[in-house]
Nanobody
């Protein structure tokens, strides 16, 4: 599975942004697709997942109410929309794919074995 993330950039505080992840090699209808981020000096943080069935697992506490994950199965692409961005949202954002059968660790990096290259989001104050 290959993943290609896009859509990062520079956004002002309070702004919004959409990230996309194009997937090739397998259909996302059979994969759990997650979004993570990693800020400098910090561990990679799970943000949310859209499961193979199309259902969402909810969002990380840091993003609740500010994040929407969706997918376009026909285009084998999934998306992350964020609003009310804050400087602490500055990070490299990663998309990831994991096997549909893995549920217990779906909010951790262990559940994902394919990763995109990451895209930088910088939120200016």
């Amino acid at each position: 599975v290959q993943l290609q993330a896009s859509g990062g950039g520079l956004v002002q505080t309070g702004g919004c942004l959409s990230l996309s992840c194009a997937v090739s090699g397998r259909t996302i209808r059979n994969l759990n697709m997650g979004w993570f981020r990693q800020a400098p000096g910090k561990e990679r943080e799970w943000l949310g997942t859209i499961r193979w069935s199309g259902s969402n697992t909810g969002a990380a506490d840091s993003m609740k109410g500010r994040l929407t994950i969706s997918r376009d199965a026909a285009k084998n692409t999934f998306h992350l929309q964020m609003n009310n961005l804050k400087p602490e949202d500055t990070a490299v954002y990663y998309c990831a794919a994991g096997e549909r059968s893995i549920l217990s660790t779906i909010r951790t990096i262990r559940a994902y074995d394919s990763w995109g290259q990451g895209t930088q989001l910088t939120v200016s104050s």
